[in-house]
């Protein structure tokens, strides 16, 4: 006997992959299609926009999986296997643990998979393997591309440290920043301070950290962490540095800047 099974939509899309036109709404618009071509009842589109298929932590995602455990959702249509998960163990986590737990169907257009044979079952452990190795093949490309960036002396990303700022790609010196930062060398090297020391000082002295909040012995200890940057090179993986890349803010002939104290 033909069973109609109450059937929702999931749609994601990386930044990345909105400009390359992978959309939230063309991916359900087929979903839909396909809900309509077997005469099931269309429930709803979850939707997570913007947001990394590496996390499982996507409102939309959470929404749908609390109503598959509901029971309010008996059909799971996706455009593509990897809109779950880029990742083989979350992808088949959401399968297997949730989905088909609750004898729920997942239908992936692109793959054209069922569940509701054999064939499709085993195939999605297939592709998904091949999706996380995609996934894994795009990291190691970016990470390169970091090193070659660095290795040209251009600031690789993320937040500068507290003293700098990037400016076209290259560190910049904030003058008021960069004076906590020697204030913080020459109580450590010089005035033999300890960590916590340091920032109860600072904090007394009103002074506050880059999001306005009071320093806490971590920051400190990164800051220190950072001395070779802030002698004007670019330190990379383990150990490796590119040196005169940027504007110091400490001097090698200060003697706070010639110790290595962490």
Same mark, same amino acid.
């Given at each position: ?6 059937? @929702? ?6 930044? &990345?992959?909105?400009?390359?036109? @992978? ?7 087929? @979903? ?77 257009? !692109?793959?054209?998979? &069922? ?117 004007? !090179? ?11 890349? !940027? ?16």
């Amino acid at each position: 006997m033909y069973e109609i099974k109450k059937a @929702c939509v999931y749609t994601r899309v990386s930044s &990345d992959e909105q400009v390359k036109g @992978c959309s939230l709404e063309e991916q359900e618009r087929m @979903c839909k299609a396909a809900i309509e071509s077997k005469g099931w009842p269309y429930l709803k589109t979850y939707s997570d926009p913007g947001i990394s298929g590496r996390t499982m932590n996507r409102p939309g995602l959470q929404a749908m999986i609390d109503a598959i455990k509901s029971g309010e959702v008996q059909a799971v249509f996706i455009w593509k296997l990897d809109r779950l998960s880029r990742k083989q163990r979350d992808t088949m986590a959401i399968i297997e643990d949730i989905i088909m737990a609750n004898d729920v169907e997942i239908i992936s257009l !692109h793959e054209t998979l &069922d569940t509701t044979s054999p064939w499709g079952r085993a195939m999605i452990g297939i592709l998904s393997s091949f999706n996380q190795m995609e996934s894994e093949n795009i990291q190691m490309r970016t990470s390169m591309g970091r090193e070659a960036n660095i290795k040209k002396g251009q600031y690789a990303g993320g937040k500068p440290p507290l003293g700098y700022r990037s400016v076209n790609g290259v560190l910049t010196i904030v003058p008021e920043e960069a004076e906590i930062v020697r204030m913080i060398f020459d109580m450590r090297d010089n005035e033999k301070m300890t960590l916590v020391g340091i920032a109860n000082k600072l904090n007394e002295l009103g002074y506050r950290t880059r999001k306005g909040l009071e320093f806490k012995h971590s920051a400190i200890q990164n800051i220190i962490n950072n001395r070779e940057t802030y002698l004007g !090179h670019y330190r990379y993986g383990v150990g490796n540095f590119i040196k005169n890349q !940027h504007e110091p803010i400490l001097n090698d002939n200060d003697q706070y800047a010639n110790k290595r104290m962490y």
